[in-house]
């Protein structure tokens, strides 16, 4: 048993190393010949070639015929994002408030708006550098419209670092929303279940 | 003022007596809430939020004095539960469009709500229906608005127009319950909130100078500037301190800087914002920013073509909206290579300057322009003074307004703005040409005669003479009246008429000659009948005097002389005087070159015409930066030179590398700025070293300021006779540009662009049966031009205005030097 005592003794140097059993390096030909056959050629080898034999025959194959065949992913996966629209009127969720743009740590967001025909905030662009964005899910946790969610498509390739993802992109097809294809989202950045217990009503003077 | 000692939560402070408990413990950096107060401004007692405890008695700390050995508590129980109350009721109804709201993230509603820690809400009333509207340059959304009243406040108190106001709200009056169950002081300022709203004076839309500081001042998003709005997030700007050059009054200002869209990442310039507790801007700092010179690649065969010209050149010619630097580079070529400096503008202000100096004994004027702020009794003359600084405007606004002051106002021209400031200001629409009667009559009457040189005391008698005028007066006189009336006589019994004599006091009307003293004087500046009625009424009560002098004077025909005049006006009365350099930097360039009055075969123009010209506004032959793309330092009214820096990038060629090909060294053009030291007046300082801000004290923290060097005077304090048939009858026009222009560069700026035309007063239009947009040829002595007829409601009088800020038009060729001319004016 170890005691504290010996965890006290900071000086580690009397006793405590020791030599670890190393054989010698090959030299010659030969020796370096041996080492290679020894370390290659074990019985386990054959163990393996056996399993693999075995499941072939069995045709009881479990491997994802990748990218034909994808795994369902969870709805809280943090994935590519998407750009929500609201249910049957199909108008953005976005207002451009720019919560993504500031809280996003990689600085990966921009956007830009303007005042538009009915004074309102409009966003005209949005882009996301998917090659800097890590995926963290804040963008979407900050969200106060539920506007910015993130989805199940988590394939990034591009011939570029900087591959940049814009608004129009993101955004759910408008066609989808009215006809109320798109259900609430349920997953990351939602709000949880319980809410409405632990919001503080508010008087009302109607 | 004495310096006492208070108390503010167990921490000893020293400040002066008087002073505000809330700006004294501003000035200590204790941090007391506070929504409504203006620094520079009347407490408006809206908010209520500032409370705090003085010697056991709770005041708001907005409009409470300090005295010795006060005893101070920023919080106690009764106190928070106030502010907490005054939050929630703040939060009422308050449109949750945080989202999307300019001001979110520098918002003192969003700010205060979470100071206070407002997690629920209490009250309740019905909303009322307040559509946004739109004031041009100026949004307005009601129901964001808190109601504190900056605006109104900062409008009448320091901008001098008081275009805003407040209305009623006409909503559901507050529940009677909540007059038992919430904090006094909450439901009082609930009370005031929930009766009013904010208006413009004229009707609909804003009539106004269209300065934008109510917008500066508004804590939330009521009051946005129409062009910035919702295209960028405050934390999305960076904030570049900088210096105004659009006048000498050299504000105080930030560029906030951005990306200029996602596709373009090169800065841009999105809003300018200022100190609004301690600088106020006028719509040009404000408005016209974006005024720079992009420039994709250093032109180097436009640069080559420039050296050749330079080494051709005998002459440079320039106006001051350069930078110290940039003068100085100037001065030093003239001493290497021997170039005329010509600059007229500038010249005429540096030789009024001297001629001053002969009596003055300073090198330039003494006082700066913050002296108006404190004085209470303001003249200016001389200036047309809410566009050639209207920094200048608001100094003497403030000073009528918060020291109790008094004002005259003598300009040829009548102004509607300067008459409406209040009625403690009084405009004289004097001749052009009779400034020095001006002069003689404030001498007159403000001078010692016996301490004047006996010449100008006996001068001054000339003008008056006792003359016997008859006055109506109304004396009450007894009149004995026989009335008749019934009695009854005892010895008869009967009734009978009997005349009974009744005398009673009647008013009535005297015509009486008294003996008067009679100044001419007042006659030739055209003062109004009530001129002297009315002075003795200003006059009382008042121990600081501030003179402004303005360009007017620096190219009169006269000008020496009334340089002269202003020296006797500063030495024998109490008046202190400011002169008001006409562009950005005049007083930096007089100050810095050694001018010439003649120009010599070949010229080099820097954003000014010549053979070879320099132009940052881009029109020239090769591009120089504007002034928001440039660093140095700038020279202001208030004798300071100020520092700017670069909000926007260059990549064209500067003056430097020019100066640097033609023999000097230096690796940037700021390394000129520790050289001004060589310049009698300024300081050897490192430009990397010179502040740019304001302390919470108010102090201004920014450059340095110019040492007012002493000059050896002769003694001699000689002044000439005025020339009273000199004065201008005639129709003539007046060099002078409408508000939000100063010069090309204003006028580049998007939100400000105006084609440059003839501005006349309505009352002038209708006597000349003229209309908005007909052409008219206006003809003087040294040419003629062709002008578009612009109604201004902001001038008065009979004489129109020929812009200059658009260089194109060179409209300065109509005038001789002085800014008045007659003219013929006829419609085409």
Same mark, same amino acid.
């Given at each position: 048993?170890?005691?504290?005592?010996?965890?006290?003794?900071?000086?580690?140097?009397?006793?405590?190393?020791?030599?670890?059993?190393?054989?010698?390096?090959?030299?010659?030909?030969?020796?370096?010949?041996?080492?290679?056959?020894?370390?290659?050629?074990? +019985?386990?080898?054959?163990?393996?070639?056996?399993?693999?034999?075995?499941?072939?025959?069995?045709?009881?194959?479990?491997?994802?015929?990748?990218?034909?065949?994808?795994?369902?992913?969870?709805?809280?996966?943090?994935?590519?994002?998407?750009?929500?629209?609201?249910?049957?009127? +199909?108008?953005?969720?976005?207002?451009?408030?720019?919560?993504?743009?500031?809280?996003?740590?990689?600085?990966?967001?921009?956007?830009?708006?303007?005042?538009?025909?009915?004074?309102?905030?409009?966003?005209?662009?949005?882009?996301?550098?998917?090659?800097?964005?890590?995926?963290?899910?804040?963008?979407?946790?900050?969200?106060?419209?539920?506007?910015?969610?993130?989805? +199940?498509?988590?394939?990034?390739?591009?011939?570029?670092?900087?591959?940049?993802?814009?608004?129009?992109?993101?955004?759910?097809?408008?066609?989808?929303?009215?006809?109320?294809?798109?259900?609430?989202?349920?997953?990351?950045?939602?709000?949880?279940?319980?809410?409405?217990?632990?919001?503080?009503?508010?008087?009302?003077?109607? | 003022?004495?310096?006492?000692?208070?108390?503010?939560?167990?921490?000893?402070?020293?400040?002066?007596?008087?002073?505000?408990?809330?700006?004294? /413990?501003?000035?200590?950096?204790?941090?007391?809430?506070?929504?409504?107060?203006?620094?520079?401004?009347?407490?408006?007692?809206?908010?209520?939020?500032?409370?705090?405890?003085?010697?056991? *008695?709770?005041?708001?700390?907005?409009?409470? *004095?300090?005295?010795?050995?006060?005893?101070?508590?920023?919080?106690?129980?009764?106190?928070?539960?106030?502010?907490?109350?005054?939050?929630?009721?703040?939060?009422?109804?308050?449109?949750?469009?945080?989202?999307?709201?300019?001001?979110?993230?520098?918002?003192?509603?969003?700010?205060?709500?979470?100071?206070?820690?407002?997690?629920?809400?209490?009250?309740?009333?019905?909303? &009322?229906?307040?559509?946004?509207?739109?004031?041009?340059?100026?949004?307005?959304?009601? /129901?964001?608005?808190?109601?504190?009243?900056?605006?109104?406040? $900062?409008?009448?108190?320091?901008?001098?127009?008081?275009?805003?106001?407040?209305?009623?709200?006409?909503?559901?009056?507050?529940?009677?319950? =909540?007059?038992?169950?919430?904090?006094?002081?909450?439901?009082?300022?609930?009370?005031?909130?929930?009766?009013?709203?904010?208006?413009?004076?004229?009707?609909?839309?804003?009539?106004?100078?269209?300065?934008?500081?109510?917008?500066?001042?508004?804590?939330?998003?009521?009051?946005?500037?129409?062009?910035?709005?919702?295209?960028?997030?405050?934390?999305?700007?960076?904030?570049?301190?900088?210096?105004?050059?659009?006048?000498?009054?050299?504000?105080?200002?930030?560029?906030?800087?951005?990306?200029?869209?996602?596709?373009?990442?090169?800065?841009?310039?999105?809003?300018?914002?200022?100190?609004?507790?301690?600088?106020?801007?006028?719509?040009?700092?404000?408005?016209?920013?974006?005024?720079?010179?992009?420039?994709?690649?250093?032109?180097?065969?436009? =640069?080559?073509?420039?050296?050749?010209?330079?080494?051709?050149?005998?002459?440079?010619?320039?106006?001051?909206?350069?930078?110290?630097?940039?003068?100085?580079?100037?001065?030093?070529?003239?001493?290497?290579?021997?170039?005329?400096?010509?600059?007229?503008?500038?010249?005429?202000?540096?030789?009024?300057?001297?001629?001053?100096?002969?009596?003055?004994?300073?090198?330039?004027?003494? &006082?700066?322009?913050?002296?108006?702020?404190?004085?209470?009794? $303001?003249?200016?003359?001389?200036?047309?003074?809410?566009?050639?600084?209207?920094?200048?405007?608001?100094?003497?606004?403030?000073?009528?307004?918060?020291?109790?002051?008094?004002?005259?106002?003598?300009?040829?021209?009548?102004?509607?703005?300067?008459?409406?400031?209040?009625?403690?200001?009084?405009?004289?629409?004097?001749?052009?040409?009779?400034?020095?009667?001006?002069?003689?009559?404030?001498?007159?009457?403000?001078?010692?005669?016996?301490?004047?040189?006996?010449?100008?005391?006996?001068?001054?008698?000339?003008?008056?003479?006792?003359?016997?005028?008859?006055? &109506?007066?109304?004396?009450?006189?007894?009149?004995?009246?026989?009335?008749?009336?019934?009695?009854?006589?005892?010895?008869?019994?009967?009734?009978?008429?009997?005349?009974?004599?009744?005398?009673?006091?009647?008013?009535?009307?005297?015509?009486?000659?008294?003996?008067?003293?009679?100044?001419?004087?007042?006659?030739?500046?055209?003062?109004?009948?009530?001129?002297?009625?009315?002075?003795?009424?200003?006059?009382?009560?008042?121990?600081?005097?501030?003179?402004? $002098?303005?360009?007017?004077?620096?190219?009169?025909?006269?000008?020496?002389?009334?340089?002269?005049?202003? /020296?006797? $006006?500063?030495?024998?009365?109490?008046?202190?005087?400011?002169?008001?350099?006409?562009?950005?930097?005049?007083?930096?360039?007089?100050?810095?070159?050694?001018?010439?009055?003649?120009?010599?075969?070949?010229?080099?123009?820097?954003?000014?015409?010549?053979?070879?010209?320099?132009?940052?506004?881009?029109?020239?032959?090769?591009?120089?930066?504007?002034?928001?793309?440039?660093?140095?330092?700038?020279?202001?009214?208030?004798?300071?030179?100020?520092?700017?820096?670069?909000?926007?990038?260059?990549?064209?060629?500067?003056?430097?590398?020019?100066?640097?090909?033609?023999?000097?060294?230096?690796?940037?053009?700021?390394?000129? &700025?520790?050289?001004?030291?060589?310049?009698?007046?300024?300081?050897?300082?490192?430009?990397?070293?010179?502040?740019?801000?304001?302390?919470? *004290?108010?102090?201004?923290?920014?450059?340095?300021?110019?040492?007012?060097?002493?000059?050896?005077?002769?003694?001699?304090?000689?002044?000439?006779?005025?020339?009273?048939?000199?004065?201008?009858?005639?129709?003539?026009?007046?060099?002078?540009?409408?508000?939000?222009? =100063?010069?090309?560069?204003?006028?580049?700026?998007?939100?400000?662009?105006?084609?440059?035309?003839?501005?006349?007063?309505?009352?002038?239009?209708?006597?000349?049966?003229?209309?908005?947009?007909?052409?008219?040829?206006?003809?003087?002595?040294?040419?003629?031009?062709?002008?578009?007829?612009?109604?201004?409601?902001?001038?008065?009088?009979?004489?129109?205005?020929?812009?200059?800020?658009?260089?194109?038009?060179?409209?300065?060729?109509?005038?001789?030097?002085?800014?008045?001319?007659?003219?013929?004016?006829?419609?085409?």
């Amino acid at each position: 048993m170890m005691s504290l005592k010996e965890f006290e003794n900071r000086n580690v140097s009397e006793g405590a190393y020791y030599k670890v059993d190393i054989p010698d390096y090959p030299e010659t030909g030969w020796e370096k010949a041996k080492q290679v056959f020894s370390r290659a050629i074990k +019985g386990e080898l054959f163990v393996g070639l056996y399993i693999v034999m075995r499941e072939m025959i069995k045709f009881d194959i479990h491997t994802v015929q990748y990218p034909k065949e994808k795994l369902p992913i969870g709805p809280r996966y943090r994935a590519v994002h998407e750009m929500q629209r609201l249910w049957e009127s +199909g108008t953005e969720r976005c207002i451009g408030c720019g919560l993504c743009e500031k809280i996003c740590i990689s600085d990966c967001i921009r956007m830009d708006t303007k005042i538009d025909e009915q004074s309102r905030k409009q966003v005209t662009e949005y882009t996301i550098n998917l090659g800097r964005c890590i995926f963290c899910g804040y963008c979407a946790e900050v969200c106060p419209e539920l506007a910015i969610v993130h989805g +199940g498509r988590y394939e990034n390739t591009s011939e570029q670092r900087a591959h940049y993802i814009g608004y129009e992109d993101m955004l759910t097809p408008f066609d989808m929303a009215v006809k109320g294809q798109v259900a609430e989202y349920p997953g990351f950045g939602a709000i949880t279940p319980h809410e409405d217990e632990r919001v503080k009503s508010t008087p009302l003077a109607y | 003022m004495s310096e006492i000692t208070i108390t503010i939560d167990g921490r000893e402070i020293k400040t002066e007596e008087g002073e505000l408990i809330l700006n004294a /413990a501003r000035a200590n950096d204790i941090f007391i809430p506070a929504i409504c107060y203006l620094t520079r401004c009347s407490p408006t007692l809206a908010c209520r939020i500032c409370l705090v405890e003085a010697d056991g *008695k709770q005041v708001y700390a907005c409009n409470s *004095k300090s005295k010795d050995g006060m005893q101070i508590t920023t919080s106690t129980e009764t106190i928070e539960a106030e502010r907490r109350a005054i939050m929630e009721v703040y939060d009422v109804n308050h449109p949750l469009e945080c989202g999307v709201c300019d001001q979110s993230g520098e918002c003192e509603l969003q700010n205060y709500t979470l100071e206070v820690g407002i997690d629920a809400q209490s009250y309740a009333i019905k909303d &009322t229906f307040k559509p946004v509207q739109n004031w041009g340059l100026i949004n307005y959304d009601p /129901a964001l608005c808190i109601m504190c009243e900056r605006c109104t406040t $900062v409008c009448k108190d320091m901008i001098g127009d008081g275009a805003l106001s407040t209305k009623p709200r006409n909503g559901d009056t507050i529940d009677e319950t =909540f007059k038992e169950s919430m904090p006094k002081d909450a439901y009082a300022m609930w009370n005031k909130l929930n009766k009013s709203l904010i208006q413009p004076n004229a009707g609909d839309t804003l009539d106004c100078t269209d300065c934008g500081e109510c917008t500066a001042v508004c804590p939330v998003g009521a009051l946005v500037s129409s062009d910035f709005q919702y295209t960028s997030n405050a934390w999305e700007l960076s904030q570049v301190p900088a210096t105004c050059s659009h006048c000498s009054a050299g504000c105080q200002i930030q560029y906030d800087v951005k990306h200029a869209t996602i596709d373009n990442p090169e800065p841009k310039i999105y809003r300018v914002k200022n100190e609004w507790n301690y600088v106020s801007l006028c719509g040009a700092g404000r408005y016209g920013y974006d005024f720079e010179n992009r420039v994709e690649a250093k032109d180097e065969a436009a =640069f080559a073509n420039a050296i050749e010209a330079f080494e051709k050149a005998d002459t440079i010619t320039f106006d001051s909206q350069i930078t110290n630097e940039e003068a100085l580079i100037l001065q030093k070529l003239k001493e290497s290579r021997g170039y005329r400096l010509i600059n007229d503008e500038a010249r005429k202000f540096a030789e009024f300057m001297k001629a001053y100096s002969a009596i003055s004994g300073t090198a330039t004027y003494k &006082t700066p322009l913050k002296a108006v702020n404190g004085a209470n009794f $303001v003249i200016s003359v001389g200036s047309s003074i809410k566009t050639d600084n209207p920094n200048a405007r608001f100094a003497m606004n403030n000073a009528m307004i918060m020291n109790k002051g008094a004002a005259l106002y003598f300009h040829p021209v009548a102004d509607p703005v300067v008459d409406d400031m209040g009625k403690n200001i009084l405009s004289v629409n004097h001749a052009p040409m009779q400034e020095e009667a001006v002069m003689y009559l404030i001498l007159d009457l403000f001078s010692k005669k016996e301490a004047l040189p006996a010449d100008v005391a006996e001068y001054l008698t000339s003008f008056h003479s006792m003359k016997t005028i008859t006055v &109506t007066e109304t004396i009450k006189e007894k009149v004995v009246e026989i009335v008749k009336e019934m009695k009854v006589n005892e010895e008869t019994g009967e009734e009978e008429e009997v005349e009974v004599e009744k005398s009673k006091m009647v008013p009535k009307k005297v015509d009486k000659d008294v003996e008067v003293d009679e100044n001419r004087l007042l006659e030739i500046v055209n003062a109004p009948k009530t001129f002297e009625t009315a002075m003795e009424k200003m006059l009382a009560k008042k121990d600081r005097f501030a003179l402004m $002098v303005g360009p007017d004077f620096y190219s009169h025909p006269n000008a020496a002389n009334l340089a002269r005049l202003v /020296a006797l $006006v500063e030495k024998y009365t109490d008046f202190s005087v400011t002169m008001i350099p006409e562009k950005g930097n005049t007083l930096g360039v007089a100050m810095i070159c050694d001018l010439d009055t003649e120009a010599g075969s070949s010229t080099i123009g820097y954003n000014v015409k010549g053979d070879f010209t320099l132009s940052a506004t881009g029109n020239g032959d090769l591009d120089m930066p504007a002034m928001n793309q440039q660093e140095g330092t700038l020279t202001s009214i208030q004798l300071r030179v100020n520092p700017t820096n670069a909000a926007l990038g260059y990549k064209g060629y500067e003056l430097n590398d020019i100066a640097n090909a033609l023999g000097l060294n230096a690796k940037l053009t700021v390394d000129y &700025t520790v050289k001004l030291g060589e310049i009698d007046g300024f300081k050897s300082e490192n430009f990397d070293d010179l502040p740019n801000h304001y302390t919470n *004290k108010g102090e201004e923290m920014r450059g340095y300021e110019l040492t007012v060097n002493e000059v050896v005077t002769s003694g001699d304090e000689s002044v000439a006779p005025f020339d009273e048939a000199a004065a201008m009858d005639e129709a003539m026009v007046y060099r002078g540009n409408p508000t939000l222009q =100063f010069n090309d560069f204003t006028n580049k700026s998007h939100q400000l662009n105006e084609t440059a035309a003839l501005y006349v007063s309505s009352d002038y239009a209708i006597a000349n049966e003229l209309s908005e947009g007909d052409t008219v040829l206006v003809e003087t002595t040294k040419g003629s031009m062709e002008f578009n007829v612009k109604i201004d409601s902001k001038i008065g009088g009979d004489i129109p205005f020929v812009p200059s800020f658009d260089s194109n038009l060179n409209s300065e060729a109509l005038f001789n030097d002085y800014r008045f001319s007659n003219a013929t004016i006829k419609k085409v």
